[in-house]
């Protein structure tokens, strides 16, 4: 084979090679729980069980055992380099002699003898445990004394080398614990709640120094002295006296008094017997009432007592508290001049009234939102730490503690949040497994404020701290079986009690012999810092609000096998400000607004009663006007009510939006969102009145749009007949048509596009992120949690873009488009009517309407050519024609209409005669009795009418009757700004017609003309959604499909009333 092809051959092949001798990546097996065989120690670098280097003395660990000999072996380099080296081996060679290891384990030695040692000093060689023994006692019943023993102690000679082991008798009280003593497979022994590894040379005492091991090796108190605590959880004690309080000690009553108002499925008052209690009870009891002095542990059992009433709930009538009474009211001295806080006892409980504690002005430190001189902007909170047992672990910085159960903050992270920094209220609601909890250790709490002033704590420079205590309010505070802050309404809180030592999760006192059955939880935390009234500057003593819930399920918490127990966990931090003279005044304005509510009302329902009434020829149906009359009462309180809070609910959240959010010197903080007081919440004014507002509005839009598609729409062509024309009356229907499709289109149009509107909001809101304006801090830095907002703020935020998205529409219609590229609406369509020379009537009441005079005033006639057409503007711009106007001589060409009986009662029977079940307010005439088939009778009724209103308006024949005729006339001033109804018009039994001039009224029988109300009800529909969702996208979706709703059945309904009232078939409406 040539070399080439070889080379060739090679380098193809040579990929195979390299897949072939490339390994495949296996899977890891991993021991269980990390556990391996006797002889082999879990290495941790591989994940594998390796063999020790030498035999295995405890788990995890690799050694010699004290019985044997090790040598340490010198490695080479390269075995060190290569990780192959053992240094260390172990020999059994002194036991070949007789003889045991030394305790270094370098030597071997003997036991003593008779000859070596005193006679009650000499060990003997034990052949199984290849140990020296002084055959201590073993096991036996409990005597009441002492146990004897010995241990094993090295004798060295004068080179310090040991030369044999001796026995030395423990001193009295004290023991030697051999391995013969474990139980149960244990790896020690367990005697009063301590445990012990089993060692020859060592003698161990009993936990309490009044103990002493009896003969079964139990731990047994002195004469005098009483054991105390459960070994099963902790080391026991010995009292010698008893305290004043010693029964019923481990009872701790879980009653939560807001399960049955939260509909919850955890029992709400139950009892156990808690084993923590029981252990700890009786020692913090005895010695914190028989106080010893600071060197012993009696501080500490003050501690544990207080913790001990604080996880009761404060409840005077446990044993806890008691004993705490008992004691306080024997201590005399106090702490830092607080009648409250007796010494040797922690200060739990504020004995003066609420509004005292809350309203103290200790605090000196002056604050601001930025940084300034001699002010703070930044607050700093401290807690004094303490375990369960009343060991005091420290102060710390308050940072995360209170989110305890939040898993993605971390423990170790004690940076300070943002919501420290003033005025920067905070809102965090998260799940919460409830599991998570039982592993981790309880402590509890007391919470103070850095006054951080120059003048507080008038002491040396050299001061670290100035600390102003913090009252915390439990809301599960339990005071004659009763929860005095509870505080369910505004007012409950004049009898509330506050304390100062807290705990934000307890998974002790739920502890019984079979294990955990109940665990208590700060289910929310509210930390409330609040301005003074007269120097916004300065603060009132902040206040720790807690409540507390309870999760129990028998010893479910015990078993292996457990369903996650999740719940939702708040924690709030809220800056606020005394309100009481605001809302005053706020109660003097709405006196106002209902007053003038009820004056609008009032004159828009005389305005309508009067246009009913007054042409109402029966006596009975003047003196009442049915169901009509009342449903359009209603609609119209709800409108005015709509009109008037509206604009009163945006002045106030505008208040609060632009002076909280652009103030630079602290002034005004939003008020306090109590979120415990339910309809007494501050906010539940501006809640309530806005669903209140929606609802109006949504059954205000609703009734606007069935009442405008009940309106009567009458088309008067006044083209005359042509000759050889099939119709009728021989004139074309293609220009009624025209207009007929023109108003249908402009029924549901609007001035402003809603679409444009929505972009626009979502843009700012979601693009921009400007729907953080809504979070309760002073500035527009949006450093804050974005799902914490405001409601009040929220609100005014989201008139703020709405309205700037409607005045850009309405500034760029009126002052461009409406002016240079295209007329409005009402003008466009005004034009049309004329051009196609027909008229149009609306009737939106029974006796009100607008009349749109489109007569032409062209000599020719409207169905021309498009040369003759533009002729004839022409010579109208020149002015060789008659005016548009109705009289020839004006230029209105809409009116207002008001029109008498006699004139609706001619409508009527038309419509009656057409169709019998179309008259909208008249029933069908006796007189009406044609026959005919309804197409003959529809065409001759539309004729009919047609020569009616013809006649009308131009008085020919002129009408014999006043209710046929008509004056044209400039509406007065009361007229035109409050609508009422003519005085001519009402005055007069059989009034003459009357006609306003009015260029756009007409439009209020279409969207156009509701322009400003379907802005409010966009409004609405997007703060309700959006105070339902707190999602800007979702609030504006919802938004864009009410209106979507609203103008499809503005559309198709009002295509239907156009129909049947306008006698045009339906097909030919688009």
Same mark, same amino acid.
Request: with cysteine; aromatic share 12%.
């Given at each position: 084979?040539?070399?080439?092809?070889?080379?060739?051959?090679?380098?193809?092949?040579?990929?195979?090679?390299?897949?072939?001798?490339?390994?495949?990546?296996?899977?890891?097996?991993?021991?269980?729980?990390?556990?391996?065989?006797?002889?082999?120690?879990?290495?941790?670098?591989?994940?594998?069980?390796?063999?020790?280097?030498?035999?295995?003395?405890?788990?995890?660990?690799?050694?010699?055992?004290?019985?044997?000999?090790?040598?340490?072996?010198?490695?080479?380099?390269?075995?060190?380099?290569?990780?192959?080296?053992?240094?260390?081996?172990?020999?059994?060679?002194?036991?070949?002699?007789?003889?045991?290891?030394?305790?270094?384990?370098?030597?071997?030695?003997?036991?003593?003898?008779?000859?070596?040692?005193?006679?009650?000093?000499?060990?003997?060689?034990?052949?199984?445990?290849?140990?020296?023994?002084?055959?201590?006692?073993?096991?036996?019943?409990?005597?009441?004394?002492?146990?004897?023993? #010995?241990?094993?102690?090295?004798?060295?000679?004068?080179?310090?080398?040991?030369?044999?082991?001796?026995?030395?008798?423990?001193?009295?009280?004290?023991?030697?614990?051999?391995?013969?003593?474990?139980?149960?497979?244990?790896?020690?022994?367990?005697?009063?709640?301590?445990?012990?590894?089993?060692?020859?040379?060592?003698?161990?005492?009993?936990?309490?120094?009044?103990?002493?091991?009896?003969? $079964?090796?139990?731990?047994?108190?002195? $004469?005098?002295?009483?054991?105390?605590?459960?070994?099963?959880?902790?080391?026991?004690?010995?009292?010698?006296?008893?305290?004043?309080?010693?029964?019923?000690?481990?009872?701790?009553?879980?009653?939560?008094?807001?399960?049955?108002?939260?509909?919850?499925?955890?029992?709400?008052?139950?009892?156990?017997?808690?084993?923590?209690?029981?252990?700890?009870?009786? #020692?913090?009891?005895? =010695?914190?009432?028989?106080?010893?002095?600071?060197?012993?542990?009696?501080?500490?059992?003050?501690?544990?007592?207080?913790?001990?009433?604080?996880?009761?709930?404060?409840?005077?009538?446990?044993?806890?508290? #008691?004993?705490?009474?008992?004691?306080?009211?024997?201590?005399?001295?106090?702490?830092?001049?607080?009648?409250?806080?007796?010494?040797?006892?922690?200060?739990?409980?504020?004995?003066?009234?609420?509004?005292?504690?809350?309203? !103290?002005?200790?605090?000196?430190?002056?604050?601001?939102?930025?940084?300034?001189?001699?002010?703070?902007?930044?607050?700093?909170?401290?807690?004094?730490?303490?375990?369960?047992?009343?060991?005091?672990?420290?102060?710390?910085?308050?940072?995360?503690?209170?989110?305890?159960?939040?898993?993605?903050?971390?423990?170790? !992270?004690?940076?300070?949040?943002?919501?420290?920094?003033?005025?920067?209220?905070?809102?965090?609601?998260?799940?919460?497994?409830?599991?998570?909890?039982?592993?981790?250790?309880?402590?509890?709490?007391?919470?103070?404020?850095?006054?951080?002033?120059?003048?507080?704590?008038?002491?040396?420079?050299?001061?670290?701290?100035?600390?102003?205590?913090?009252?915390?309010?439990?809301?599960?505070?339990?005071?004659?079986?009763?929860?005095?802050?509870?505080?369910?309404?505004?007012?409950?809180?004049?009898?509330?009690?506050?304390?100062?030592?807290?705990?934000?999760?307890?998974?002790?006192?739920?502890?019984?012999?079979?294990?955990?059955?109940?665990?208590?939880?700060?289910?929310?935390?509210?930390?409330?810092?609040?301005?003074?009234? =007269?120097?916004?500057?300065?603060?009132?003593?902040?206040?720790?609000? &807690?409540?507390?819930?309870?999760?129990?399920?028998?010893?479910?918490?015990?078993?292996?096998?457990?369903?996650?127990?999740?719940?939702?966990?708040?924690?709030?931090?809220?800056?606020?400000?005394?309100?009481?003279?605001?809302?005053?005044?706020?109660?003097?304005?709405?006196?106002?607004?209902?007053?003038?509510?009820?004056?609008?009302?009032?004159?828009?329902?005389?305005?309508?009663?009067?246009?009913?009434?007054?042409?109402?020829?029966?006596?009975?149906?003047?003196?009442?006007?049915?169901?009509?009359?009342?449903?359009?009462?209603?609609?119209?309180?709800?409108?005015?009510? &709509?009109?008037?809070?509206?604009?009163?609910?945006?002045?106030?959240?505008?208040?609060?939006?632009?002076?909280?959010?652009?103030?630079?010197?602290?002034?005004?903080?939003?008020?306090?969102?109590?979120?415990?007081?339910?309809?007494?919440? =501050?906010?539940?004014?501006?809640?309530?009145?806005?669903?209140?507002?929606?609802?109006?509005?949504?059954?205000?839009?609703?009734?606007?749009?069935? $009442?405008?598609?009940?309106?009567?729409?009458?088309?008067? @062509?006044?083209?005359?007949?042509?000759?050889?024309?099939?119709?009728?009356?021989?004139?074309?229907?293609?220009?009624?048509?025209?207009?007929?499709?023109?108003?249908?289109?402009?029924?549901?149009?609007?001035?402003?596009?809603?679409?444009?509107?929505?972009?626009?909001?979502?843009?700012?809101?979601?693009?921009?992120?400007?729907?953080?304006?809504?979070?309760?801090?002073?500035?527009?830095?949006?450093?804050?949690?974005?799902?914490?907002?405001?409601?009040?703020?929220?609100?005014?935020?989201?008139?703020?873009?709405?309205?700037?998205?409607?005045?850009?529409?309405?500034?760029?219609?009126?002052?461009?488009?409406?002016?240079?590229?295209?007329?409005?609406?009402?003008?466009?369509?005004?034009?049309?009517?004329?051009?196609?020379?027909?008229?149009?009537?609306?009737?939106?009441?029974?006796?009100?309407?607008?009349?749109?005079?489109?007569?032409?005033?062209?000599?020719?006639?409207?169905?021309?050519?498009?040369?003759?057409?533009?002729?004839?503007?022409?010579?109208?711009?020149?002015?060789?024609?008659?005016?548009?106007?109705?009289?020839?001589?004006?230029?209105?060409?809409?009116?207002?209409?008001?029109?008498?009986?006699?004139?609706?009662?001619?409508?009527?029977?038309?419509?009656?005669?057409?169709?019998?079940?179309?008259?909208?307010?008249?029933?069908?005439?006796?007189?009406?009795?044609?026959?005919?088939?309804?197409?003959?009778?529809?065409?001759?009724?539309?004729?009919?009418?047609?020569?009616?209103?013809?006649?009308?308006?131009?008085?020919?024949?002129?009408?014999?009757?006043?209710?046929?005729?008509?004056?044209?006339?400039?509406?007065?001033?009361?007229?035109?700004?409050?609508?009422?109804?003519?005085?001519?018009?009402?005055?007069?039994?059989?009034?003459?017609?009357?006609?306003?001039?009015? $260029?756009?009224?007409?439009?209020?029988?279409?969207?156009?003309?509701?322009?400003?109300?379907?802005?409010?009800? @966009?409004?609405?529909?997007?703060?309700?959604?959006?105070?339902?969702?707190?999602?800007?996208?979702?609030?504006?979706?919802?938004?864009?499909?009410?209106?979507?709703?609203?103008?499809?059945?503005?559309?198709?309904?009002?295509?239907?009333?156009?129909?049947?009232?306008?006698?045009?078939?339906?097909?030919?409406?688009?």
């Amino acid at each position: 084979m040539a070399p080439s092809v070889s080379i060739c051959l090679a380098i193809a092949a040579l990929p195979l090679l390299l897949e072939q001798s490339r390994s495949e990546m296996a899977t890891i097996p991993l021991p269980p729980n990390l556990q391996c065989p006797p002889s082999q120690v879990f290495d941790y670098a591989g994940l594998v069980c390796s063999d020790c280097d030498s035999t295995k003395i405890q788990p995890g660990v690799c050694g010699c055992p004290s019985t044997s000999l090790q040598t340490h072996v010198d490695c080479s380099i390269e075995s060190m380099w290569q990780g192959s080296c053992k240094d260390l081996t172990c020999s059994t060679e002194c036991s070949i002699l007789s003889e045991v290891a030394s305790l270094d384990q370098q030597y071997c030695i003997p036991c003593s003898s008779n000859e070596s040692s005193a006679p009650n000093e000499s060990s003997k060689y034990d052949d199984l445990s290849n140990e020296c023994s002084c055959n201590n006692p073993a096991k036996g019943p409990s005597t009441g004394t002492h146990v004897v023993t #010995k241990k094993l102690v090295e004798i060295y000679n004068e080179t310090g080398s040991p030369i044999r082991k001796d026995c030395y008798r423990c001193p009295e009280g004290m023991a030697v614990i051999i391995k013969d003593l474990y139980e149960d497979g244990r790896q020690f022994f367990v005697a009063a709640g301590r445990e012990y590894i089993a060692d020859p040379h060592l003698c161990v005492s009993c936990p309490d120094p009044y103990m002493f091991f009896d003969t $079964d090796y139990t731990c047994v108190c002195v $004469d005098g002295y009483l054991v105390a605590g459960e070994a099963s959880i902790g080391e026991q004690s010995c009292l010698e006296n008893n305290p004043s309080v010693s029964s019923s000690y481990s009872r701790v009553r879980f009653k939560d008094p807001f399960a049955l108002e939260e509909e919850s499925d955890e029992p709400h008052d139950f009892t156990l017997e808690s084993i923590t209690f029981s252990h700890l009870y009786l #020692k913090a009891a005895a =010695e914190c009432e028989y106080y010893k002095g600071s060197s012993g542990k009696s501080l500490q059992s003050c501690q544990a007592l207080s913790n001990l009433c604080v996880m009761n709930m404060y409840d005077e009538d446990m044993p806890a508290c #008691k004993q705490l009474e008992v004691i306080s009211q024997r201590r005399v001295e106090t702490y830092h001049n607080q009648e409250e806080w007796k010494y040797t006892l922690p200060w739990l409980y504020y004995q003066d009234e609420a509004d005292y504690v809350t309203s !103290d002005r200790g605090i000196n430190m002056r604050i601001s939102f930025r940084t300034e001189v001699n002010h703070v902007n930044i607050l700093s909170f401290k807690l004094a730490k303490f375990t369960v047992d009343g060991v005091f672990v420290g102060m710390e910085d308050l940072t995360n503690q209170f989110e305890f159960c939040f898993s993605s903050l971390d423990n170790n !992270d004690r940076k300070k949040p943002h919501w420290l920094a003033f005025g920067n209220s905070y809102r965090h609601e998260y799940d919460c497994s409830i599991d998570h909890l039982l592993g981790k250790e309880m402590y509890l709490y007391d919470l103070y404020l850095v006054d951080e002033s120059s003048e507080s704590c008038n002491v040396n420079s050299l001061r670290s701290d100035c600390l102003y205590p913090v009252p915390v309010l439990n809301r599960n505070l339990v005071k004659e079986n009763k929860f005095p802050n509870a505080n369910m309404q505004l007012g409950d809180d004049l009898d509330d009690i506050y304390t100062r030592r807290f705990f934000i999760f307890d998974n002790q006192s739920g502890r019984t012999p079979s294990g955990t059955e109940a665990v208590r939880f700060a289910k929310k935390i509210i930390l409330q810092i609040q301005t003074q009234s =007269e120097n916004p500057s300065q603060l009132y003593p902040p206040r720790l609000i &807690v409540e507390y819930a309870t999760t129990a399920n028998g010893n479910r918490f015990a078993t292996a096998e457990k369903e996650a127990t999740n719940t939702s966990l708040v924690f709030k931090v809220e800056y606020s400000m005394k309100t009481e003279n605001f809302w005053a005044s706020i109660q003097v304005m709405i006196g106002f607004i209902f007053a003038f509510a009820v004056v609008i009302f009032g004159v828009r329902m005389n305005n309508f009663f009067t246009r009913q009434q007054a042409n109402v020829d029966d006596p009975a149906a003047r003196s009442t006007l049915g169901l009509h009359f009342i449903l359009h009462a209603v609609m119209i309180a709800c409108h005015t009510f &709509v009109l008037l809070f509206f604009s009163f609910n945006t002045i106030i959240c505008a208040y609060w939006f632009i002076f909280f959010k652009l103030q630079s010197e602290v002034f005004l903080l939003l008020p306090s969102d109590n979120e415990f007081h339910g309809v007494s919440n =501050e906010y539940y004014f501006f809640e309530a009145s806005f669903r209140v507002l929606f609802w109006c509005q949504s059954i205000y839009i609703a009734y606007t749009i069935v $009442d405008q598609c009940r309106s009567d729409l009458i088309f008067v @062509d006044w083209e005359s007949p042509h000759r050889g024309k099939s119709s009728s009356n021989g004139v074309p229907m293609w220009r009624l048509v025209t207009v007929a499709n023109e108003f249908n289109r402009m029924q549901a149009k609007r001035r402003s596009s809603i679409e444009f509107s929505l972009v626009f909001v979502v843009f700012f809101m979601i693009g921009v992120g400007q729907h953080k304006n809504a979070s309760p801090q002073p500035n527009f830095h949006h450093n804050g949690d974005e799902n914490n907002s405001n409601i009040a703020l929220s609100f005014a935020n989201t008139v703020l873009f709405f309205a700037a998205a409607w005045i850009m529409q309405w500034s760029w219609r009126f002052v461009f488009y409406e002016r240079w590229i295209e007329e409005p609406h009402s003008t466009k369509f005004v034009d049309l009517c004329t051009v196609c020379n027909i008229s149009v009537f609306i009737m939106v009441e029974n006796n009100k309407g607008f009349y749109l005079h489109g007569k032409s005033p062209y000599a020719a006639s409207a169905d021309c050519a498009a040369e003759e057409l533009l002729e004839n503007l022409q010579r109208e711009g020149n002015g060789l024609t008659i005016d548009r106007g109705l009289d020839g001589t004006s230029g209105s060409q809409v009116f207002n209409l008001f029109v008498s009986s006699v004139f609706r009662r001619q409508i009527s029977k038309f419509y009656n005669y057409a169709r019998p079940k179309q008259g909208r307010y008249f029933s069908r005439s006796n007189d009406d009795q044609t026959g005919g088939g309804e197409k003959e009778k529809t065409l001759l009724a539309k004729f009919q009418l047609e020569l009616f209103l013809q006649s009308f308006i131009d008085r020919q024949p002129p009408p014999s009757r006043d209710g046929l005729k008509y004056i044209v006339r400039e509406p007065l001033l009361a007229e035109r700004l409050l609508n009422v109804t003519p005085a001519d018009f009402r005055a007069n039994a059989e009034p003459k017609c009357i006609l306003h001039p009015d $260029d756009n009224g007409f439009l209020s029988a279409t969207f156009l003309g509701i322009e400003l109300d379907l802005l409010i009800h @966009d409004i609405l529909t997007y703060n309700v959604a959006n105070m339902a969702f707190n999602n800007a996208g979702v609030s504006v979706v919802a938004t864009y499909l009410v209106n979507l709703l609203r103008t499809h059945l503005r559309s198709w309904f009002g295509k239907k009333n156009l129909s049947e009232k306008s006698f045009i078939n339906e097909k030919f409406l688009s």
